[in-house]
């Protein structure tokens, strides 16, 4: 088991940027696939993003393409989502997952989950 780590959450005005980190321990994860997840109170958990292991294939929902990036440094255990032209709308509480492999558009497989980092995005 993976355990995972979200930060880099916080307030950002519209059109700004963030850049979210998850940091993994209990093993490696250069052999895991990783994703972004996002989730507002009384509201389904929506797929963001997920990057292939090798880190050689990325997906991304169409709500963020264009302006989100994931990306991953298995040197240092970490993935990381880099959100640029925030929006009112991004603001929800952000999950770093960790599954077997990237789909379209979705993570298979999901095994570990982190407990989450919010997100908030001013008018």
């Known amino acids: 088991q993976v355990q995972l780590v979200e930060s880099g959450g916080g307030l950002a005005q519209a059109g700004g940027s963030l850049r979210l980190s998850c940091a993994a321990s209990g093993r490696t994860i250069s052999t895991i696939a990783m994703g972004w997840f996002r989730q507002a109170p009384g509201k389904e958990r929506e797929f963001v993003a997920a990057i292939s292991w090798g880190g050689g294939s990325t997906q991304y929902a169409d709500s963020v393409k264009g302006r989100f990036t994931v990306s991953r440094d298995n040197a240092k255990n970490t993935v990381y989502l880099q959100m640029n032209s925030l929006k009112p709308e991004d603001t929800t509480v952000y999950y770093c997952?960790?599954?077997?492999?990237?789909?379209?558009?979705?993570?298979?497989?999901?095994?570990?989950w982190g407990k989450g980092t919010l997100v908030t995005v001013s008018p």
């Open positions: 997952a960790s599954g077997l492999n990237v789909g379209f558009l979705v993570l298979n497989g999901i095994q570990d």
